[in-house]
């Protein structure tokens, strides 16, 4: 999300300093590079996929495809941009992208874990209440258009306070806020609660409920002479999409760490090692953007 979230500029002031090596410049070039292709091209192929075969246009399927859009348009326009960056401590992109850079990943990254919430909100009213009607491909459209408009919302003081200025001859990008520094560090408190640790909260209950009825007893409503089949085919997709909010989970934990801690402890940012710290994390936040196609070809055969 962040060179964005510009709590990441008090670290980058202090980091830009540490010239890399160029072999160790090369590998993260490479790390980066790899998030963007796989992640491109395996998101493109899932879009494919859904919207030019009749039969995968499922409410799951179009929260799929939103959550597969959110995540190629995060990897194209924001993760090497990110690096470069995180890398340089040198903005060089205008003060448009600028204000584009730290409004868009915050922005994806809220479509992308409200459309998980969604599909999991879907399951729990298949599994557990299947005599009740379904969402429609109008109403799930309607959905979709709620949780961006919710996102841009959301991001809208980083878009609105971003700005580029120059000290010692270097071009930063930072979300000059109005108050004090402390503003920065309460928007990610609230980023992190909204964006992470509400939506797993929902997913965790209503998953859990869902995995003791379909791991632990009949399906209510369910007693057609192909149970099994039907049992079998929703086990999967449940047990699919658990494994994507998983990963989600773990690929961004390191990253809400990492702004808790240096909010904290803004000494840590005059430490050497802290832009290592800071390119992995960065990095791990943002493949988690290339693993969801790789999820789905292992575990779903349509």
């Avoid at 090497?80 to 060089?92: K, P």
């Avoid at 408190?189 to 409920?209: G, N, R």
């Avoid at 710290?277 to 070809?297: E, F, G, Q, R």
Wanted: hydrophobic residues 50%; positive net charge.
């Amino acid at each position: 999300m962040e060179a964005s979230h510009n709590e990441s500029n008090a670290a980058m002031n202090y980091t830009s300093k540490f010239v890399q090596p160029p072999w160790r410049v090369a590998l993260w070039s490479i790390a980066y590079s790899f998030i963007l292709a796989v992640a491109v091209f395996g998101n493109l192929i899932v879009i494919w996929i859904v919207l030019a075969h009749k039969r995968m246009r499922t409410v799951t399927n179009y929260f799929l495809l939103n959550l597969a859009f959110s995540d190629a348009s995060m990897a194209a326009f924001n993760t090497l941009i990110n690096f470069i960056y995180a890398s340089h401590g040198v903005w060089y992109f205008g003060e448009a992208y600028c204000k584009f850079q730290n409004f868009f990943p915050v922005t994806s990254v809220f479509a992308s874990i409200y459309s998980m919430t969604a599909i999991a909100v879907d399951r729990y009213m298949a599994i557990i209440h299947p005599l009740k009607p379904r969402l429609s491909a109008k109403a799930t459209t309607c959905i979709i258009l709620v949780i961006w408009c919710l996102a841009m919302a959301l991001a809208f003081p980083l878009c609105y306070y971003s700005t580029t200025f120059t000290i010692r001859n270097r071009t930063l990008c930072q979300v000059a806020w109005p108050r004090s520094a402390n503003d920065a560090f309460m928007f990610h408190i609230i980023l992190m609660v909204l964006v992470y640790a509400l939506p797993l909260v929902i997913m965790a209950i209503t998953y859990t409920i869902v995995g003791v009825t379909l791991w632990g007893g009949e399906i209510p409503g369910d007693s057609s002479d192909n149970y099994h089949g039907q049992l079998q085919a929703k086990r999967k997709v449940v047990k699919m999409m658990i494994i994507v909010v998983v990963t989600f989970a773990l690929c961004w934990l390191p990253y809400h760490v990492y702004f808790i801690v240096m909010g904290l402890n803004k000494d840590l940012g005059r430490r050497k090692f802290i832009q290592q710290v800071y390119l992995s994390v960065l990095w791990l936040a943002m493949s988690s953007t290339m693993y969801n196609p790789i999820i789905y070809c292992c575990l779903n055969s349509r």
